[in-house]
């Protein structure tokens, strides 16, 4: 984003914050090192002058619509919308949140942005092992668009164009829209060609090998788990307060009596051994059918490098061949196990 | 690979939609159709009250196999359990098989309250699959302990 | 081989006595431990704590209800409110439970020597007040003037009701029980601990004054005694915060840099004046 | 510095592999492994896999020393007692190429397990027979500040070893008696040093900690004014972008805590000790449903208060932190710890 669209956002925010419309709004600020990037609340007209809008900006805030419902970030009287700066990406977020009832869209003011694509950290640390970044261009640099390209500015001034594969996010080098189709205020133009739903078929060489090899493949990924729920606590639908596979969760609502917190069946066990493991993540890649939106945080998030956006883009694509379903495509959508065609596969069930 | 079949009897847990499979599997009783005596049955609401959760379970327990038998598209006695179920269990088959979980070990079937045959049938040809898997599971939980012990931990 | 901390010990359950009835009944368990050696090794102070663990569903950490002067057996009175609690309340006379402690620093009886002792319980929370006061009704000679201010939230809640009007008729001690609301049948005092604590206004002089209770009870009891005159050392209490593993090990007991399992529960107010608001 | 009393050898480069496989001999060997994109602390089973440039291992040696799964006891289902005590294994178990800070760290994994009155028997099995031998980090990682929490990138404590990786090999210097064990018996593979070569690791030494990118400020002397700073904003400020997931716990190298659940299965009974995490929202809730730290500012301001305040006052001098980096560089928020002690010393400053 050029300074000066930058500017028309931070202006656009402190407008809203100024006039009182807006309860609280949801940005990014400059993180750790230039290419880092962490979730801003702004409530005060000052707290708008730290907002940023650049490559850096990978995290999606929209799990702070969830956040927010579990943990205000205002007082309950306060009515008032909360802002939210959205890329591309994170509308169909918004939408399955709207869908699935966890906000209204008159709860929300949505200022689009146009995004370019946004640095995976994993990948910028590889190229600072390899000394094709410094760690002087960690501390001083900045980072922008200039459009597609991700230039960084040196602190010396000068200005570098880095190579989009080797920086950004996998979802980003397959970006299916720069703007979100949601939006009170659009910063920049609409991106007019947006192609829609995200591209899903770069895990046919996964489909391809055999059930053996799979297995193999799996097995490895899930045996890492270390069972932190980063993936679950990121992720943009997964709202439940008392998670089947989490056993802390069970029954702890102030309401919830001895007998449910006897009885209740503990589905699995707190250890990270890999049954449990294949549970927890199994468990967690249906939930997701219909539902998740492969905004691929939890592959972003996860430190134990398992390639948790495998199973969700598998499961996407299966929803959306078996059903023509969609996740975040429109809240007019219903759930996707409410619907039901003639046509819907039952070739194997005897 | 034969006579360690022969000692290895699967067991097999079949949750039966009360309203259609659980009255089929007691017609198949009442006529004498022979079945192998493998499967424990849970008698459920509808077959859409089964989540995959479920079926984990039971693999995770150490069951050899998973069998989930529901009314036929059009009986459900709540008109669109079933229809719920064959999408939730569509996408799951295809997850099991994705990621190389004994997908074989869960088959799902349609037997209405007087498909008594089709029950016995369903049955004897799944344990029959099952049980030239041999024992070898993917997903047993006490396996896993106790190798924890004999290593004295990683 | 050094003890491992962790074993539970197991511990043939003698009696049980049903205190109240409902969805948050009360049951005390009077337990012997199986094998005679741990019976002798296992010596405790009143207001200490022990691990009562069920098999299949984890620990829960239980203060001893009964002295230590009061027989070789431990009694525990627990309400049914949780996950280990509620199987518990299956258990009859001659099944085992695992028992392992004591843990927790007690009540410091010995510098309460000769001084008049107030307790201040409120519905689950006299049990550990228990052990303190029937050690000191053991102890005539040793302390002074013994009273006992108890309520609950009605009257069937009240545990140990029988014994501490036996109490009460034997002199030895001045009971004053209370509800939260009026039931007819009830001629005693009708409200909040707190306020009972107000009415009667015990003196301050050479006493020191014990509470238990729920979190708010607490709070308040310890706003009148201070307005009565007690000063901070000269009221105890217990903070009663999650613990696991009871053994100052698995970190989650903390409030500040103290360790609740290990340098409490029990604590002055002086102390918690000093401790951080995290409890 | 290189002390004297601790005897110095020579690994040639072509002699590592040969080193490995005696290792592999005289105990179970963990040592940096490629475990798909990351790198980790793994058993070795082949020595190929051991790597030579590697970057910091995703988890510390907590992961071997109170491992995620630990067994207490079985019993069996049914019956319940006798329940059978299962304490690990007194094998040795060596760490190849461990970080000086990592090593740092289980200081205070001692201070808690083997604190009195009761020490810890599983642990003390696994950190007894536990030999440590580190590896210099001549190139810190981006993250790293050990030097400004009384840490620094060649420092020796709880080290058996220590490895420098010179011109041509590695600079071998045995510092306990469990490392001479070691050394004595691949005494073969070893030549003595040449002057250069332990010069030039002294340089390499001495010029590591300037190259640490993060420094931490004052923190003995903010561990005094922490206690008053309990109710700062600032612990809303940061708590506020917190999902509460267990990252920085699970991959801090200090953090000790943990859970004791039962897990039954096939008609046998398990209870194990699993990792917990204080930034989990019921780590301290109450069976009456009262939770101390309901929110996530009290959970973050556990985190750093107990590393910084609370274990310091109760160990003087044991700051619970060893400079590692992982809390802030694999936080998904990028929740920065040297921001947030930036911020606590600068507003502890001003009221102190």
């Not at chain 1, 391809?208 to 679950?232: D, G, M, N, P, V």
């Not at chain 4, 972008?241 to 953090?255: D, N, R, V």
């Not at chain 4, 060893?322 to 010393?345: F, H, N, Y």
Request: aromatic fraction near 8%; proline fraction near 6%.
């Amino acid at each position: 984003m050029t300074s000066t669209r930058l500017a028309e956002l931070q202006r656009a925010i402190r407008e809203s914050i100024e006039a009182g419309t807006l309860r609280g709004a949801l940005c990014w600020e400059q993180g750790s090192n230039a290419f880092r990037s962490r979730p801003l609340v702004i409530r005060t007209v000052a707290d708008a002058s730290a907002a940023i809008f650049s490559p850096a900006c990978s995290p999606s805030l929209v799990r702070f619509l969830i956040e927010d419902n579990r943990y205000p970030m205002s007082p309950e009287e306060d009515r008032r919308p909360l802002g939210i700066v959205l890329r591309g990406c994170d509308d169909r977020g918004v939408i399955e949140l709207i869908k699935e009832h966890q906000k209204r869209r008159e709860e929300l003011m949505i200022f689009g942005v146009d995004c370019r694509g946004t640095v995976d950290w994993t990948k910028v640390r590889k190229l600072l092992r390899k000394g094709m970044l410094s760690s002087d261009d960690l501390d001083h640099g900045t980072l922008a668009w200039k459009e597609d390209d991700i230039v960084l500015f040196t602190a010396d001034g000068k200005e570098r164009v880095l190579d989009r594969k080797s920086v950004l996010l996998d979802k980003c080098l397959i970006c299916e829209g720069h703007t979100p189709r949601i939006f009170d205020v659009m910063i920049g133009e609409e991106d007019k060609n947006r192609k829609g739903m995200p591209v899903i078929d770069d895990i046919e060489s996964l489909e391809r090998k055999s059930t053996e090899e799979r297995w193999e493949f799996w097995q490895s990924e899930f045996s890492r788990c270390i069972r932190c729920y980063a993936c679950r606590n990121i992720c943009t639908y997964c709202s439940c307060e008392e998670c089947a596979i989490d056993p802390r969760t069970q029954a702890i609502s102030d309401k919830s009596l001895a007998r449910d917190k006897a009885n209740r069946p503990q589905w699995i066990g707190q250890d990270s051994m890999l049954p449990s493991n294949t549970f927890y993540l199994l468990t967690r890649a249906y939930h997701g059918a219909g539902r998740c939106t492969t905004c691929e945080e939890c592959d972003r998030t996860c430190p134990m490098g398992l390639s948790l956006r495998l199973l969700n883009r598998k499961v996407r694509k299966d929803v959306k061949r078996l059903f023509e379903y969609e996740a975040g495509r429109s809240t007019d959508d219903g759930p996707l196990y409410g619907e039901s065609r003639e046509e819907d596969p039952g070739d194997f069930i005897w | 690979m034969a006579q360690e079949n022969e000692a290895y009897e699967p067991k097999i847990i079949a949750f039966l939609c009360n309203w259609c499979s659980y009255a089929g599997a007691d017609l198949a009783g009442t006529s004498r159709t022979q079945y192998p005596p493998n499967i424990r049955v849970i008698r459920v609401m509808c077959s859409a009250r089964v989540e995959p959760l479920f079926v984990l379970k039971a693999l995770l327990e150490g069951a050899d196999g998973v069998l989930l038998s529901g009314c036929h598209i059009g009986d459900c006695h709540y008109l669109k359990g079933n229809f719920a179920a064959r999408r939730r269990y569509a996408v799951f088959v295809e997850l099991m098989k994705y990621v190389g979980i004994d997908p074989e070990r869960f088959q799902m079937s349609w037997v209405s309250a007087s498909e008594g045959a089709k029950f016995g049938k369903v049955v004897a040809d799944f344990v029959e699959r099952v049980a030239r898997l041999g024992p070898r599971k993917r997903l047993e939980l006490s396996e896993s302990l106790e190798k924890l012990i004999e290593g004295g931990g990683t | 081989m050094p003890e491992n901390p962790y074993l539970p010990y197991p511990a043939i359950v003698r009696e049980v006595r049903q205190e109240t009835v409902g969805e948050r009944a009360v049951r005390t368990f009077i337990v012997d431990f199986e094998d005679e050696k741990r019976a002798s090794e296992f010596r405790y102070r009143p207001g200490q704590l022990a691990m009562l663990s069920v098999f299949g569903k984890g620990e829960s950490m239980i203060s001893i209800a009964s002295s230590p002067t009061m027989g070789s057996s431990l009694q525990f009175t627990v309400m049914r409110v949780g996950r280990v609690t509620s199987i518990m309340h299956y258990l009859e006379a001659g099944e085992r439970i695992g028992v392992r402690g004591p843990y927790g620093n007690g009540f410091p009886m010995d510098d309460w020597e000769g001084r008049n002792l107030l307790f201040i319980g409120g519905g689950i929370g006299l049990p550990p007040l228990r052990s303190a006061y029937m050690f000191a009704l053991d102890n005539p000679n040793r302390f002074g003037e013994i009273t006992i201010i108890y309520g609950a939230r009605t009257s069937a809640d009240l545990v140990f009701r029988k014994e501490l009007e036996e109490i009460s008729r034997s002199g030895k001690a001045k009971v004053e029980l209370s509800i939260d609301r009026p039931e007819d049948g009830w001629n005693g005092f009708v409200g909040f601990v707190p306020a009972n604590v107000k009415r009667l206004a015990p003196k301050p002089e050479n006493t020191i004054a014990v509470t238990c209770g729920p979190v708010i009870m607490i709070k308040f009891v310890i706003k009148e005694l201070m307005e009565l005159g007690f000063k901070p050392d000269a009221i105890f209490t217990t903070l009663e915060n999650k613990m696991k593993c009871g053994i100052g090990k698995c970190g989650r007991c903390n409030i500040g840099p103290v360790l609740v399992c290990k340098k409490g529960p029990v604590f002055s107010y002086e102390q918690i004046q000093k401790m951080p608001k995290d409890f | 510095m290189v002390s004297k009393e601790s005897t110095l050898e020579f690994l040639p480069q072509k002699n590592l592999l040969g080193f490995i496989k005696k290792l592999m001999e005289l105990g179970e060997l963990y040592a940096p492994k490629a475990e798909g994109p990351i790198t980790d602390l793994r058993i070795i089973h082949d020595p190929i896999d051991v790597l030579v440039d590697f970057e910091q291992t995703r988890q510390g040696i907590r992961a071997i020393a109170e491992p995620q799964n630990e067994i207490l006891l079985t019993y069996d289902a049914k019956e319940g007692f006798p329940a059978k005590e299962t304490l690990p294994a007194t094998r040795r178990r060596i760490v190849l190429w461990c970080r000086p800070c990592d090593a740092r760290a289980l200081t205070f994994l001692d201070d808690n397990f083997y604190d009195s009155p009761y020490s810890d028997p599983y642990y003390a099995r696994r950190r007894e027979n536990l030999v440590l031998i580190g590896l210099g980090c001549s190139h810190p990682f981006p993250y790293c500040f050990c030097g400004s929490v009384g840490g620094d990138p060649f420092s020796r404590e709880n080290l058996d070893m220590l490895m420098t990786q010179v011109i041509g090999g590695y600079l071998l210097e045995t510092i306990t008696g469990k490392g001479r064990e070691i050394s004595d018996r691949v005494k073969e593979l070893l030549r003595a040093p040449t002057a250069d070569q332990v010069t030039e690791a002294e340089n390499i030494q001495r010029n590591a900690a300037a190259k640490l990118r993060r420094q931490a400020p004052d923190v003995s002397g903010l561990s005094g004014k922490m206690s008053s700073l309990f109710e700062s904003p600032i612990w809303r400020k940061w708590g506020e972008k917190c999902i509460g997931c267990g990252i920085c716990t699970y991959l801090c190298p200090t953090c000790w805590c943990f859970d004791i659940t039962d897990i039954e299965t096939k008609g046998k009974g398990y209870r194990i000790r699993s990792w917990d995490s204080c930034q989990f929202p019921l780590f301290t809730l109450h069976t009456s449903g009262h939770n101390p730290r309901p929110d996530k500012a009290s959970r973050l301001r556990q985190r750093v208060m107990h590393k910084f305040c609370y274990h310091p006052s109760n160990y003087p001098g044991h700051i619970a932190c060893v400079g590692c980096g992982r809390c802030t560089e694999l936080c998904p928020m990028d929740i920065d710890l040297l921001a947030i002690l930036g911020e606590l010393s600068e507003a502890g400053g001003k009221d102190a």
